[in-house]
T-cell receptor, first 115, second 109 residues
């Protein structure tokens, strides 16, 4: 089934630990995104990639890093987790970064708790 | 700055019609999306408007007025499964989506 796979689904992490959230898509979409969603707030963009080999910072990039070595994979790394990074993380992709083709397909989300 | 305003919560009755409003201010504009998000799930695409007017898709319709910075999502013949959050998201000049906090729609029998 075509779509986006995120792992892990849920994780409890000690503060200060390093964590990588994995995201893989099989739709050959050019653009990929990482969002975090917190109660009462809209989705906030962490990092994005318009095409393989390029990445950009979103609204809330501090404490996170990404890489886009190929079209399919877009991992998000927390170098040293802090409690404020407790959130639900969504990976998404779209065909192109342009108006009509910017329909996002989302992964199921990764719920991260930092203690 | 960029700002999205939509009601936090709305309640409607099964079988009725509900209109969810969204006003926005963005740096440039390249269209507006509506997404549906059921509790504990990922958002899914509902509609996209780039020109003024009404787009109809089955029980759901979406309206856009670019001059007023205004959009609404109209849901007809409400069903219990329509209980969800509805996210308004305009596309700015950099083709990035600006997300509202969403409107939680509660459907009562």
């Amino acid at each position: 089934i075509a779509g986006i796979t995120q792992a892990p689904t849920s994780q409890i992490l000690a503060a200060g630990r390093r964590m990588t959230l994995r995201c893989t898509q099989d739709m050959r979409h050019n653009a990929m995104y990482w969002y975090r969603q917190d109660l009462g707030l809209g989705l906030r963009l962490i990092h994005y990639s318009n095409t393989a080999g390029t990445t950009g910072k979103g609204e809330v990039p501090d404490g996170y890093s990404v890489s886009r070595a190929n079209t399919d994979d877009f991992p998000l790394t927390l170098a040293s987790a802090v409690p404020s990074q407790t959130s639900v993380y969504f990976c998404a992709s779209s065909e192109q970064v342009s108006s009509g083709a910017n329909v996002l397909t989302f992964g199921a989300g990764s719920r991260l708790t930092v203690l | 700055g960029q700002n999205i305003d939509q009601p936090t919560e709305m309640t409607a009755t099964e079988g009725a019609i509900v209109q969810i409003n969204c006003t926005y201010q963005t740096s440039g504009f390249n269209g507006l999306f509506w997404y549906q998000q059921h509790a504990g799930e990922a958002p899914t695409f509902l509609s996209y408007n780039v020109l003024d007017g009404l787009e109809e898709k089955g029980r759901f319709s979406s309206f856009l007025s670019r001059s007023k910075g205004y959009s609404y999502l109209l849901l007809k013949e409400l069903q219990m499964k329509d209980s969800a959050s509805y996210l308004c998201a305009p596309l700015d000049s950099n083709y990035q989506l600006i997300w509202g906090a969403g409107t939680k729609l509660i459907i009562k029998p």
